[in-house]
T-cell receptor, first 117, second 107 residues
Framework: EVQLVQSGAEVKKPGDSLKISCKAS????????IGWVRQMPGKGLEWMGIIYPRDSDTRYSPSFQGQVSISADKSISTAYLQWSSLKASDTATYYC??????????WSQGTLVTVSS | DIQMTQSPSSLSASVGDRVTITCRASQSISTYLNWYQQEPGKAPRLLIYAASSLQSGVPSRFSGSGSGTDFALTISTLQPEDFATYYCQQSYTTPWTFGQGTKVEIK
């Protein structure tokens, strides 16, 4: 059974750094891209970027390029989304999802990140 | 970026109704169009991929159509569990982009 399990909710202050995780199981992690999607409170879905764990090839949306970093550790089947300096506007739920062909077929439960002073 | 525009933004319908949501792309995307359902407080769920292919496990009352720039998601007979928000997404080119969502509410 395919599973994607994300790390728990985070409460941070502006300027803090953060790395959230997405652990995959039930399939060969290195054979599929993993994507990250943002959902701000009460808003729609935004595609942030994707990573291919086999070689760490990464693609970013221009809207998120330079704002976040996507990485993966294939030895533990885990993808990451990282910020070096959080802003209040980063408050959102972040989802990881497995990409198969040209769609996201499995989604994780999401990680709520709250940034507040 | 390719812009995706859904209509309507929201609709009220009754159990048993036939519901159609449309999605228009700002340029041709062939059939690189996916539909997702999101219930409140839950992660999105894939319903339709490649414009008209039904994801495994999704009820057959959901169907998708279209190509080029105009697409539609149809729910043939609305069920209580279908009250949710629906998003289209293009995967023709990165960055993949989503429509703004269509909220289906109980009349």
């Amino acid at each position: 059974e395919v599973q994607l399990v994300q790390s728990g909710a985070e409460v941070k202050k502006p300027g803090d750094s953060l790395k959230i995780s997405c652990k995959a199981s039930g399939y060969t992690f290195t054979n599929s891209w993993i994507g990250w999607v943002r959902q701000m409170p009460g808003k729609g879905l935004e595609w942030m970027g994707i990573i291919y764990p086999r070689d760490s090839d990464t693609r970013y949306s221009p809207s998120f390029q330079g704002q976040v970093s996507i990485s993966a550790d294939k030895s533990i089947s885990t993808a990451y989304l990282q910020w070096s300096s959080l802003k209040a506007s980063d408050t959102a739920t972040y989802y990881c999802a497995r990409q198969v062909m040209q769609h996201f077929d499995f989604w994780s439960q999401g990680t709520l990140v709250t940034v507040s002073s | 970026d390719i812009q995706m525009t859904q209509s309507p933004s929201s609709l009220s319908a009754s159990v048993g109704d036939r519901v159609t949501i449309t999605c228009r792309a700002s340029q041709s995307i062939s059939t690189y169009l996916n539909w997702y359902q999101q219930e409140p407080g839950k992660a999105p769920r894939l319903l339709i991929y490649a414009a008209s292919s039904l994801q495994s496990g999704v009820p057959s009352r959901f169907s998708g159509s279209g190509s080029g720039t105009d697409f539609a998601l149809t729910i043939s007979t609305l069920q209580p569990e279908d009250f949710a928000t629906y998003y289209c997404q293009q995967s023709y080119t990165t960055p993949w982009t989503f429509g703004q969502g269509t909220k289906v509410e109980i009349k």
